[in-house]
């Protein structure tokens, strides 16, 4: 259960996010969205492609400010970029002259830590995602989930007290996905920081999060459902998929989610074809 004392890490009300599009046009992305991530709680987000997970991540990081409502990370009014956050996102954030724990111990020596102290705290968390002995091998003798794991441990080094997750097991095979799936609950099961967690995948979204949050089909995307997971912890995704209460909250979920689904489908259809 997430530790609800104090103000929550995460704060968005009725956060509107518009873009000035061709002409004056403006584009609504994501309109009057409000949500909460609690101390220590695990949200995900789901929704059809292109209705706004990622724009509203991007809010909680301070790289896009909404056009209405308003953002607090711990209570406080965010201006600028979050300090508090760290951001995985589905890409690569890795420099590949580097290697891996030179990758990690980056964060540490931009904040001013000696070379020798980053490095041997980099060696630490390389050791904690399982590649302690791949410190010092480049990213392209690092297979798609090795380098994700470098990734998290490249965000976690920082200590961040939120983590801000955008489809980070995207481009990863499905068994790939399961393994870092159940690493990061296990170094979050250790450190519960705030989670918040964007992906396509609702089975990967219950499988991992305290709450799982519905978006609708944008253009003007909204939040239209919230469900909590009273699934027990410490899960292990491979054998949680199979109880049936899984199986039930999935149900319910998809009943709401699939016609957004196919919402979106047919506007990102309709616009191939206009174009």
Not at 134 to 154: C, D, E, I, T, W
Not at 198 to 208: G, N, Y
């Amino acid at each position: 259960m997430a530790d609800t004392a104090g103000p929550v890490a995460v704060a968005l009300d009725e956060a509107t996010v518009a873009f000035r599009v061709a002409g004056d046009r403006v584009y609504t992305a994501v309109e009057r969205a409000s949500l909460s991530v609690a101390h220590g709680e695990f949200v995900a987000i789901v929704g059809p492609t292109g209705c706004g997970k990622s724009t509203l991540l991007n809010v909680a990081a301070g790289l896009l400010k909404p056009a209405a409502g308003s953002v607090k990370i711990f209570g406080r009014p965010l201006a600028g970029l979050n300090r508090d956050a760290g951001y995985l996102f589905q890409a690569d954030a890795l420099f590949p002259w580097k290697t891996a724990i030179d990758n990690v111990a980056i964060g540490l020596e931009i904040q001013g830590a000696p070379r020798e102290q980053a490095l041997q705290r980099a060696q630490g968390w390389l050791t904690s995602v399982g590649l302690g002995a791949f410190a010092n091998r480049y990213p392209h003798m690092l297979s798609g989930g090795q380098r994700k794991r470098v990734g998290l441990a490249q965000v976690l080094i920082r200590d961040p007290k939120i983590l801000l997750m955008d489809e980070p097991f995207g481009p990863l095979d499905a068994q790939t996905r399961q393994i870092m799936g159940n690493l990061l609950l296990e170094l979050w099961n250790a450190d519960r920081k705030a989670v918040l967690f964007v992906t396509h995948d609702l089975e990967e979204a219950i499988a991992l999060a305290d709450r799982v949050v519905i978006m609708s089909a944008g253009p003007s995307a909204r939040i239209i459902g919230d469900w909590r997971v009273e699934l027990p912890r410490p899960r292990d995704i491979s054998e949680v998929r199979m109880e049936k209460q899984f199986h039930e909250l999935h149900r319910e979920i998809w009943n709401v989610l699939k016609d957004e689904v196919m919402k979106g489908y047919a506007q990102s259809t309709q616009a191939a074809e206009a174009g």
